[in-house]
T-cell receptor, first 115, second 110 residues
């Protein structure tokens, strides 16, 4: 019974490159959430997706960042033209529709370093 | 006012001590409340949900005061393995995403 799977665990990109972070939710979960944690900071909500739909992207920067959760395959968080300030841990969590009284289960995260 | 506020600590306590963390939230309509634990360079893990009547799980006790918009976590008989950052988490409403506090760092010392 695999949990939330994120890959890669570590990602190094040069400034200006693209970063793609992948998240496979727990089996049976159709809701995916992406959070970002800057060094020494708390988790900040970025985007909430269901299959093929973005439900809430209020925490996502307007430029360079995008997310998708296709009908088949993992959810992808894409960061174009990365800058040093994008260096952070990116965590994905999943839930099912009945989990409103329950917390989320997080993946191990992707640690992005921009050099 | 921040949505979820916590004292960042650090709290340095000896083994066996009792320690309490507090948290306040700004949205009076918030529906669900949780404490998460995060170890250094790891993902947050759910420690316990917080119910209006208060709830206990072993050495951990959580309390909610809706009138004061205040949540607490009490850890009794602290162990070295309790050293971590404790995150206060609130769900504002319905199926809206969870809002995390910045966390309170605890170090239990032998």
């Amino acid at each position: 019974n695999a949990g939330v799977m994120q890959n890669p665990r570590h990602l190094v990109r040069r400034r200006g490159q693209e970063a793609r972070l992948r998240c496979s939710p727990m089996k049976g979960h159709s809701h995916v959430y992406w959070y970002r944690q800057l060094p020494e900071e708390g988790l900040k909500f970025m985007v909430y997706l269901q299959k093929e739909n973005i439900i809430d992207e209020s925490g996502m920067p307007k430029e360079r960042f995008s997310a998708e959760f296709p009908k088949e395959g993992p959810s992808i968080l894409r960061i174009q033209q990365v800058v040093r300030g994008d260096s952070a841990a990116y965590f994905c969590a999943s839930s099912d529709l009945t989990a409103s009284n329950y917390g989320y289960t997080f993946g191990s995260g992707t640690r992005l370093t921009v050099v | 006012r921040k949505e979820v506020e916590q004292d960042p600590g650090p709290f340095n306590v000896p083994e066996g001590a009792t320690v309490a963390f507090n948290c306040t939230y700004s949205n009076s309509a918030s529906q669900s409340f949780f404490w998460y634990r995060q170890d250094c360079r790891k993902e947050p893990k759910l420690l316990m949900s917080v119910y209006s009547s208060g709830n206990e799980d072993g050495r951990f006790t959580a309390q909610l005061n809706r009138a004061s918009q205040y949540i607490s976590l009490l850890i009794r008989d602290s162990k070295l393995s309790d050293s971590a950052t404790y995150l206060c988490v609130v769900r504002p409403s319905g199926n809206t995403p969870l809002v995390f506090g910045k966390g309170t760092r605890l170090s239990v010392i032998a």
